[in-house]
């Protein structure tokens, strides 16, 4: 299977203006996309996704709280990091 971070992608998320790019980099760079990918199939399995009733009368996931709730978890905040660092 291909990885979908190419060369050219590698490339334009690194700042090598005064240098190349190696392969050892890009590989890097595809090894911690492929970890934070695991991390992200891991918070989802054990997310408890909590269901309400919208206006409409549909039960909804709220999207707002489950994507805050993800965005803490993949990158805590100052607050968060000291607290897990006592």
């Known amino acids: 299977m291909t990885h979908p971070l190419t ?3 590698c490339e334009g998320l690194a700042n ?3 240098r190349p790019f190696t392969d050892i980099e890009m590989d890097n760079m595809r090894a911690a996309a492929d970890c934070q990918l695991e991390q992200v199939i891991d918070w989802l399995k054990n997310c408890n996704m ?3 009733l919208s206006y409409d009368g549909e039960y909804r996931s709220d999207r707002y709280l489950v994507i805050n ?3 803490e978890a993949m990158r805590p905040t100052t607050t968060t990091q000291e607290n897990n660092n006592d």
């Open 7 to 9: 060369d050219e992608i």
């Open 16 to 18: 090598t203006e005064d």
């Open 50 to 52: 909590n269901h309400s």
């Open 69 to 71: 709730a993800f965005r």
